[in-house]
């Protein structure tokens, strides 16, 4: 199959804590495929009853189905209940797969969203330029693509919402604090206890963000581009850099590529 006839595609990315859907026409755009509609689903068998609905009106069986998933057994049971509701073009994506050279000895332990993301930052980056591509989920990944298009590795942390949770289960005292999407920045100094904790939560990872970003850029020969994405990303990317983009779906436009990569293999 040709890319040009890939035809309505969903891009299915299965993270630890969300499992995110979007509808693409075709996998081609400029620079990047933009999704017609998105779904942002919990990782149960329950939420995925709310496919049918949101892919309407196309099928479950109508649409080709790529999938990059770090999570194996939301992923497994995912696929099992596509299958189950008639999807018969059905790929999970594996680094070998995907247009992206990794500069790494085991390439298949790398996650594939960290992967994927690196595809599409490759075709938002300039030519002689290299990237770092900020993740903020579940993990807070930082990750370089050098200019020669190669991912090279980068630094994994605990990301804000992650770190709440361990807060909470690990003190006595602590509460359950809510960080999941933050529509602004936080005060740096709190006046009570969930204040406080906000406050450590939020500046302590886009500090730890920044540095990570000024030492790998310390390695290369010229300022690299800088793309975030993942949900605290919005606050976050005008903290780090003047020059960082949000790009909120890079990851399912790193699938929509790989996708057409691979048809156009075949």
């Not at 696929?79 to 000895?105: C, K, N, Y």
């Not at 990303?233 to 780090?240: C, D, G, M």
Request: glycine letters at 10%.
């Amino acid at each position: 199959m040709s890319a040009a006839g890939l035809g309505p595609l969903v891009a299915v990315d299965v993270g630890n804590s969300r499992v995110k859907l979007g509808l693409f026409a075709s996998a081609s755009g400029d620079p990047l495929p933009e999704p017609l509609s998105t779904l942002d689903l919990a990782p149960d068998d329950e939420a995925f009853a709310q496919i049918t609905a949101w892919l309407a009106p196309h099928t479950i069986e109508s649409v080709s189905w790529w999938v990059g998933s770090v999570q194996r057994a939301v992923g497994g049971r995912l696929i099992g209940w596509l299958r189950e509701h008639g999807a018969q073009r059905l790929t999970m994506l594996a680094s070998f797969d995907l247009p992206l050279a990794v500069r790494l000895a085991r390439p298949d332990k790398v996650g594939i969203d960290r992967l994927l993301s690196a595809v599409a930052a490759n075709h938002l980056r300039g030519t002689e330029d290299a990237a770092i591509v900020v993740d903020l989920g579940t993990a807070i990944t930082v990750d370089l693509v050098s200019t020669d298009g190669e991912f090279c590795g980068g630094a994994i942390m605990p990301g804000i919402a992650t770190s709440a949770r361990a807060m909470h289960e690990f003190t006595d005292l602590l509460p359950l604090v809510e960080m999941w999407k933050l529509s602004e920045p936080p005060s740096p100094l709190g006046t009570a206890t969930d204040e406080a904790m906000r406050a450590g939560l939020f500046w302590g990872a886009v500090g730890g963000a920044r540095e990570l970003i000024a030492r790998q850029t310390a390695e290369l020969k010229s300022s690299p581009r800088i793309f975030l994405t993942g949900g605290a990303a919005p606050t976050v990317a005008r903290l780090l850099s003047e020059t960082a983009v949000y790009v909120p779906h890079l990851t399912l436009a790193g699938i929509a590529i790989s996708a057409a990569h691979i048809s156009a293999q075949s």
